[in-house]
């Protein structure tokens, strides 16, 4: 199987794809071993790293624990995540995020 090499700087997507292969892979583990660790399939793990599937909040938690990358997943998701958004609702989603999205109304 042909590995898809990723350019770090065609996009965040691409970027965190590319640092995930690269912590991975420095630690000495497969996919399916880092997949185990953090809950989830090799294949994601892969997925993500090839970027054709968008990481989430809660993955790029649990790899910062496992992979002791002191929350850099965590803080290059947010970036990952405004990118997917069409450029008029960015705006919105930095408003909604800014605004503390942890008060619910009852």
């Known amino acids: 199987m042909r590995i898809r090499e990723l350019d770090p700087s065609a996009s965040p997507l691409d970027y965190y794809g590319y640092e995930l292969r690269r912590v991975r892979e420095e630690a000495g583990l497969t996919l399916a071993q880092l997949g185990a660790i953090v809950f989830c399939t090799g294949s994601l793990i892969g997925q993500i790293e090839t970027?054709?599937?968008?990481?989430?909040?809660?993955?790029?938690?649990?790899?910062?624990?496992?992979?002791?990358?002191?929350?850099?997943?965590?803080?290059?998701?947010?970036?990952?995540?405004?990118?997917?958004?069409?450029?008029?609702?960015?705006?919105?989603?930095?408003?909604?995020?800014?605004?503390?999205?942890?008060?619910?109304?009852?």
Do not use: C, H, I
């Open 51 to 106: 970027a054709t599937k968008v990481p989430q909040r809660e993955f790029s938690e649990r790899v910062d624990a496992a992979m002791g990358t002191d929350g850099m997943f965590s803080r290059l998701v947010g970036l990952v995540l405004r990118s997917q958004l069409p450029n008029w609702f960015q705006p919105y989603a930095e408003m909604e995020a800014k605004a503390g999205l942890g008060t619910a109304v009852s």
